[in-house]
C-alpha cells in the first residue's frame, strides 16, 4: 500500500498540472462560449451584491442604532441566516417561482433574474448581520458626539455607513464572494441551461460530473482569478479614497 | 449632500443593472424549455441535435438536466414545456395522470455494467445481467446506485428485483446509494473501484474512468428506451403548445431521427433511433 503512494502522488500532480495548462488555454484561446459563462456569472453575482447591499446596509444600520423590543431576537436570527445553506435558498425560490407557486404567473423560473433573486436572499443576511455589528461598534463610539450636534437616529446611521465605507466595502466584498462561489441555489433557480443560465460554478459541477477534472478545475482557477481581480480592484479603489479623504 | 448624491447613483446603477437582466426576457427569442435527463445532456446528444431543430424553426430549446424522476415532477409544476426521458412505466403514468398529452418513442440505447479490472465478483465478459448482480450481492463486491429515482435507478431496481436480491441490506456495507446524477455516481465508483450500472452514452463521454472497464453488456434486459411528451396545456395554460409540438414532431420526423443517429463518439454511435412512425 505504501508503495502506491508516491504513484498516487504523481498522479494527482499530473492532474493539477492538467488543471493549470487547461486553465491557461481557456484563457488565451478566449473561448467566446467560456467569455459568455464569465460575464453572466459576474452579471448575476455583482446585481445580487448590489441588490441585497441597497436593502442590507440600511438594514443593518437601523438595528444598529435603533432600540425596539424584539431587537436582540432580530440580531440572533440575522447572525443565524448568514450560515443559510445555498441549496434550501434554491429550493425556497424555486417552489416561489415555480408555475404552480405563488408567484409562477412571472414566469421567470430558468432566468437570470431568478438566479439574482435567490442569491439576493443568501446574502443580504450576511451583509445586513456584519454590518449592524461594524455600525454599532462606530455607533458606540461616535455617540456622544453626534448627539451633541442633534443628529436624529436615522441621520446619524447614514453618516455612520458614509463613515465606515471601507469596512463595509470588505462585508459587501464578502457578500459578493458567497454569491459567486456557490453553486447549490443557482444550479436548482437556474437549470443550467447551456447559453442561458450557465455560470461558472455550474460548469464546473457540469464538468466535474463528465468526469473531465482537469477542465473543472481550470475553470475553478479562473474563478478564484476574476473574484482575485476584483478584489485587487476594491483594495486600489479604497487606497486611493482613503488618501483623498483620509 | 455627498451622501445623497451617492445614494442617488447606488439606485440610479441598480436600476440600470436590473434593467440589464430584464432586457434578455422581454427579446423577442422563441424558445421552449425541455426537462430531460443527464444522460442526453451529458453525453452531447442535445449539442449535436438542437443546434439543427433551432437553425430551421428558430425555436431555441431550453435544456434543464436532471433525473428522469425530477424531469418528469417539473413537468407536473408546469415548469416546463416538453419532458424528454428514459423510464417508460413512469412515462406511462405521467400520461395516464393526464400530465402528459401523448407519449412518442424517440430512440434507445443501452445499459451498460461496468466495474474494475480485477472484477471480484467474476462476472466480466457475462451476458446475463441478473446472474451478475447475484454474483455481486454474493460476493459483497462494492457497487455504487444512483439512489435518486432516476431512470437509470429505476432500471437497476428492476435488475434487483429479478435477481431476488434486496440491496438495502447492504446498504452502508458493499452497496452505496449516491444520490446523484450518473457522472457523481461514476467518479465515485471510479475512486472506490466498484460497481455500476450506466447508460452507454454517459459512460462513452466519461473521461475520469481510472481502472473501470465494461464488464457486463449485450442482455436483452439491458435496452434503454427513451421518449418525449408534450405537458399538458389542459393542466398548464401557459406551455408553448405549438412550439412544444413542434419539437417533437421533429425529434420523431426522418430528419430528426437521422440527425440522433448520426451522433457519434469516435466510432460509437450513441442512440438508435427508433421512433414508430
Redesign the interface.
Same mark, same amino acid.
Given at each position: 500500500m505504501i508503495g502506491d503512494l508516491p504513484i498516487y502522488a504523481m498522479h494527482c500532480m499530473t492532474s493539477l498540472w492538467e488543471a493549470l495548462a487547461a486553465a491557461w488555454g481557456l484563457i488565451a484561446g478566449f473561448d467566446a462560449t467560456l467569455a459568455q459563462i464569465v460575464g453572466l456569472s459576474l452579471q448575476v453575482s455583482l446585481s445580487a451584491v448590489l441588490i441585497a447591499a441597497c436593502i442590507g446596509l440600511p438594514l443593518g444600520a437601523a438595528i444598529a442604532v435603533e432600540r425596539f423590543p424584539g431587537r436582540q431576537t432580530l440580531i440572533v436570527l440575522l447572525n443565524a441566516l448568514m450560515g443559510l445553506p445555498p441549496v434550501v435558498v434554491g429550493l425556497l425560490v424555486y417552489l416561489l417561482l415555480s408555475r404552480a407557486g405563488p408567484l409562477g404567473s412571472l414566469g421567470i423560473l430558468f432566468t437570470p433574474a431568478a438566479m439574482v433573486i435567490a442569491q439576493t436572499v443568501l446574502i443580504t443576511p450576511i451583509i445586513a448581520a456584519l454590518s449592524r455589528q461594524t455600525i454599532e461598534d462606530a455607533w458606540r463610539e461616535y455617540d456622544e458626539q453626534l448627539r451633541s450636534l442633534g443628529a436624529r437616529r436615522l441621520n446619524a446611521a447614514m453618516t455612520l455607513i458614509w463613515d465606515t465605507r471601507f469596512s463595509l466595502l470588505t462585508i459587501v466584498l464578502a457578500g459578493f464572494g458567497r454569491a459567486a462561489a456557490e453553486v447549490g441555489a443557482v444550479m436548482i433557480v437556474g437549470g443550467n441551461i447551456d447559453g442561458v443560465t450557465r455560470v461558472m460554478t455550474t460548469t464546473i459541477a457540469l464538468e466535474t460530473s463528465k468526469g473531465d477534472l482537469p477542465l473543472a478545475l481550470g475553470l475553478g482557477i479562473i474563478l478564484i482569478g476574476l473574484v482575485l481581480l476584483l478584489n485587487m480592484a476594491a483594495a486600489l479603489i479604497r487606497e486611493a479614497a482613503q488618501r483623498r479623504y483620509g | 449632500m455627498?451622501?445623497k448624491t451617492?445614494a442617488i447613483r447606488?439606485?440610479l446603477?441598480?436600476l440600470a443593472?436590473?434593467g440589464?437582466?430584464?432586457a434578455?426576457?422581454s427579446a423577442q427569442q422563441k424558445f421552449i424549455?425541455v426537462a430531460s435527463t443527464?444522460s442526453t445532456e451529458?453525453s452531447g446528444l442535445?449539442?449535436h441535435l438542437l443546434p439543427v431543430f433551432e437553425k430551421k424553426t428558430g425555436i431555441q430549446v431550453?435544456?434543464?438536466?436532471l433525473g428522469t424522476g425530477q424531469a418528469l415532477d417539473m413537468g407536473? $409544476?408546469?415548469?416546463a414545456d416538453v419532458v424528454f426521458v428514459h423510464d417508460k412505466v413512469a412515462e406511462e403514468k405521467f400520461v395516464a395522470e393526464g400530465f402528459g398529452v401523448q407519449r412518442f418513442e424517440v430512440m434507445y440505447n443501452d445499459f451498460v455494467l461496468v466495474g474494475p479490472k480485477a472484477d471480484p465478483a467474476k462476472v466480466a465478459g457475462g451476458k446475463d445481467i441478473v446472474d451478475a448482480y447475484k454474483k455481486i450481492a454474493a460476493a459483497g463486491a462494492p457497487f455504487v446506485s444512483r439512489g435518486d429515482k432516476s431512470g437509470t435507478h429505476a432500471a437497476e431496481l428492476r435488475l434487483w428485483k429479478a435477481a431476488g436480491v434486496d440491496p438495502s441490506g447492504g446498504k452502508g456495507g458493499w452497496y452505496r446509494e449516491t444520490g446523484s446524477?450518473?457522472?457523481?455516481t461514476?467518479?465515485t465508483a471510479?475512486g472506490m473501484n466498484a460497481y455500476a450500472f450506466t447508460d452507454r452514452g454517459t459512460w462513452l463521454?466519461?473521461?475520469? $474512468?481510472g481502472d473501470l472497464v465494461i464488464v457486463v453488456e449485450g442482455d436483452q434486459r439491458l435496452f434503454n428506451q427513451y421518449g418525449v411528451m408534450l405537458v399538458n396545456p389542459a393542466k398548464?395554460a401557459?406551455v408553448k403548445k405549438d412550439q412544444g409540438q413542434a419539437f417533437i414532431d421533429w425529434v420523431i420526423s426522418p430528419e430528426g431521427q437521422k440527425t440522433i443517429a448520426g451522433y457519434k463518439i469516435g466510432a460509437d454511435q450513441l442512440f438508435f433511433p427508433n421512433a414508430k412512425r
Open positions: - | 455627498a451622501l451617492n447606488g439606485v446603477l441598480g443593472m436590473l440589464m437582466l430584464a434578455p426576457a424549455t443527464t451529458q442535445f449539442k431550453r435544456v434543464v438536466a407536473r $409544476r408546469g415548469d446524477g450518473m457522472g457523481p461514476l467518479n471510479s463521454s466519461f473521461k475520469n $474512468r398548464h401557459h
